[in-house]
Nanobody, 124 residues
Framework: QVQLVESGGGLVQAGDRLTLSCTTS????????LGWFRQVPGREREFLAS????????YYSSHIGGRFTISRDDAKNTVYLQMNRLQSGDSGLYYC?????????????????WGQGTQVTVSS
């Protein structure tokens, strides 16, 4: 079992930068592909970015317009999501997830473990 804990969310202004972290202390994340998803009330959870084992490949949703960067530090069992030029539409609950084999298409069924989420609110 892999328990994931997100952090770094908060209230920011439009145009600000924010970096989210997701870590686990129970198991090594190095053997997992990792992803970030976002959910807004009343809407389905959407894929944002993913990164394969050993940072071999990274994938991004076209909706984020190149403003987000996913990275991982396996020595720290942590995956990051750096978000630049935040917009009010980026507000939501951000989840990280881990999966044994991910394709990069952002399919939720590929992820076996999920965190509880961290809230990001962007005020305009």
């Amino acid at each position: 079992q892999v328990q994931l804990v997100e952090s770094g969310g908060g209230l920011v202004q439009a145009g600000d930068r924010l970096t989210l972290s997701c870590t686990t202390s129970a198991s090594s994340l190095g053997s997992y592909g990792l992803g970030w998803f976002r959910q807004v009330p009343g809407r389905e959870r959407e894929f944002l970015a993913s990164i394969k084992q050993n940072s071999a490949s990274r994938y991004y949703s076209s909706h984020i317009g190149g403003r987000f960067t996913i990275s991982r530090d396996d020595a720290k069992n942590t995956v990051y999501l750096q978000m630049n030029r935040l917009q009010s539409g980026d507000s939501g609950l951000y989840y990280c997830a881990a999966g044994g084999q991910i394709s990069g298409f952002g399919l939720e069924r590929e992820y076996q473990f999920w965190g509880q989420g961290t809230q990001v609110t962007v005020s305009s």
